[in-house]
Each structure stands twice: as C-alpha cells, then as structure tokens.
C-alpha cells in the first residue's frame, strides 16, 4: 500500500508539477525564440459553422475588421448541414471576400476542413470557432511568427473573460496551461494549439480525416511530424468567456478529453517516445493526466488502508484529502461559495477537470465515433 500510494503521488505530481518545471527548464537552457518579422502572405481563413445564426454576422465583421492587408485575406464559411438560417447570411453578407462551401448533412468539423483545405490555395490557412471573438492584430501576430521558415504552425492565446466563481477556478487553470505553453514553444514545439485561432502553412498540412475530435492537435502534430515547430504567439489574442458551471463545463471537457483517447486509438504513434517528435511531450503534457484520476482513487483507497493500519501520518493524509473533496463538493453544488475562497475555487476545478479525464474514457469506449460537436454560446472548456 505505500508503494501504491508513493507511485500514484509521483505520476500526479509529475504531470501537473514536474512536467512544468522541466519545460521552464529546457526553455531557459535550451532557448528556441523564433523571430517574427513583418510578413504578409496571402491568408485563407476557415470557418466551419454548424447552426451559428446567431453569433456569424458579428464574427464576419470581426474578421472583415482584421489588420491585414484586405486584398490578402479571405473568408471561407462552412456550413456543415446548417438548418438555421447560417447559410443565407453568409451568402447574403456584403462582402466580396466571404465564400460559402455548404454541405446538407453534418459530418462533423473535420470532415468539413478535410474536404475545403484541397480547395484553397493561399499560402496561410488561418483556423477559428464562430463563438469567439479575435482581436484586429491576431493574424499579423500569427504570420509574424509563421515568417521563420522552421515554424510550420502557429497558436494565438484565449483569454477567458468576466470569471466568477467556478469560472474563476477554470481561469486560473487556464493560466496554468499558457505558461505550459509558452514554456514548450520556447524550448522547441507545442503538442496542440487553441482551436479558437491558430495557423498552419498550406504546404505542411496533412490530410485530415473525417471524424477527428481534436483538429487543433491533430493538424499541429501533423505539421510537427512533418518537421516544423508549432510555437505559441501571445499578441494573436482570442477572446471568450469562462464556463460559470461545473456540470456544464466537464460535458464539454469529457468530449475534449474523449478525443485525446481518440488521437492515441487512431495515431498509436503519439505514445510510443522517439515515434513522433513530440511523444515525450505528450506524454508529459497529456498523457499522465489522463491517468491522474486513477492515481487519486489509488492514492485515497492506499492511504485509508494504512490509516486503519494505525499510521498517523498516513490518517493525516487521508484527512487532507478528504478536506480537498469536501472542498470540491462544497463548490460543485454551492457554487456561490466557490467564489469566496480561492481553495475551493481551485479544488472544484482540479477534481471537475479529473472527474471528467475518468468519464471520458468511458465515454470513448461506448462510442469512440463521437465526432460532432453540439455549438455552445457561452462558456469555453479550457483544454
């Protein structure tokens, strides 16, 4: 039972602590800044829409808006088996460089991207959600990063607006992920990028298959094994708001992580180190998270074994523990305490986060071709 206990403590502390420390490390030691400069390719941004009436006219005038040389951007709305009304405002929108690709039955994001990308042409594919909202310097900042030709793809940053409560716990996560992030850029790759804006070099695409869950991994570890760095540019910001609901946020989360299970079932490569460039990373960045919930009913079940044996320090930890449960329970279902004290904001949001890594396995197993996504109009899971 304290080898359990110790092993499960490790892996947990590895994956949210160690992993971290050795990327501040290898970023102060082994440096890799890319050097952006002022560049101005010609752009295809891609927008897969499903049933986004509501929110495509003020995200078309977003883009339309961009700092970018207008001759050198283009518009591409796809509408995956929309019902609503999204199709004629796109075609409707009075703007000579917004083109329509319209499908009648959904499919799912990447199918829709797989079939568009062969159509465009421009050396920049600019990637983006119809929910949030980016700011009038994003692509400026993305093709300055994409000018060093070692860099294949690059990521914006989301940040997450307006969080109280539960939300502010989801925020502080999300802090934690961006410094991980800029961490791994600066000492060579990203694993994935912000779905909600990143770019990619046209000519370091791979094909994308229908039924991808994650595109925003799958395509930046394709331009990776491809041989590019996928580095992170903090001035290409996209904005959105942070879930305020616990149960709500781990139904988006269980379908993010879901797709992580998909990536491994479909690209075993990503697991094996040395198979791809960037196994270690995902391993240390993905992979042991998604056995941290085991690791915690192992660490719990181990240490209460010990503690009935008479361990005083083990009884310690079980009550530790327990306290951090508690505390996760007490913010799950009295959220408006959750926004009073910072310790049960941040264990609400670990073990939701945790309960949802556990769900989505199972998840996968029942029905590994979950590939469409239901558009949401508030709240974003912070993968």
């Known amino acids: 039972m304290n080898t359990i206990f110790w092993l499960a403590a490790a892996v947990t502390a590895f994956a949210y602590v160690g992993y971290p420390l050795c990327m501040v490390l290898q970023s102060l030691l082994f440096a890799r800044w890319s050097q952006p400069r002022d560049y101005t390719p010609g752009i295809d941004v891609l927008l897969v829409v499903h049933n986004g009436a509501g929110q495509l006219s003020a995200k078309l005038s977003n883009l339309l808006a961009l700092d970018y040389p207008p001759q050198a951007l283009r518009i ?83 940040v997450l607006e307006t969080s109280t409560g539960y939300g502010q716990g989801i925020d502080a996560y999300w802090r934690y992920e961006k410094l991980i992030r800029r961490m791994e850029s600066a000492s060579g790759s990203l694993i994935g990028a912000t779905g909600a804006l990143y770019a990619a070099r046209r000519a370091a695409i791979g094909a994308v298959p229908e039924g991808v869950v994650l595109d925003d991994m799958w395509i930046p570890l394709g331009v990776a094994a491809a041989g590019y760095r996928v580095v992170f540019a903090p001035d290409a910001l996209a904005y959105d708001q942070a879930a305020t609901d616990a149960v709500d946020e781990e139904r988006r989360k269980r379908r993010t992580l879901a797709g992580n299970y998909q990536l491994l079932h479909r690209w075993p490569q990503l697991a094996i180190p040395f198979a791809h460039p960037l196994a270690l990373r995902l391993w240390g960045h993905k992979w042991l998270r998604l056995a941290v919930p085991w690791c915690l009913l192992l660490m719990l ?49 670990f073990f939701s986060l945790n309960f949802a890594a556990a769900m989505a396995l199972f998840d996968y197993l029942r029905n590994p071709n979950a590939h469409l996504w239901r558009p949401t109009t508030d709240g974003v899971s912070a993968s």
């Open 76 to 158: 591409n709305v796809v509408c995956d088996g929309c019902s609503d009304a999204s199709e004629s405002i796109a075609r409707g929108f009075p703007s000579d460089r917004i083109r329509v690709f319209a499908f009648s039955e959904r499919r799912g994001k990447s199918a829709c991207i797989g079939n568009v990308l062969p159509l465009l042409d421009a050396e920049i594919i600019l990637f983006n959600d119809v929910r949030q909202r980016i700011d009038a310097g994003a692509a400026r900042a993305l093709v300055a990063a994409l000018a060093d030709p070692q860099v294949g793809a690059a990521s914006g940053e989301l």
């Open 301 to 349: 079940l181990s240490s209460a074994a010990l503690a009935i044996d008479g361990s005083r320090f083990y009884q310690l930890l079980l009550l530790l523990q327990l306290a951090a449960y508690g505390a996760a329970l007490l913010g799950r279902y009295w959220p408006a305490t959750a926004s009073r004290w910072l310790p049960v904001r941040i264990c609400t949001a």
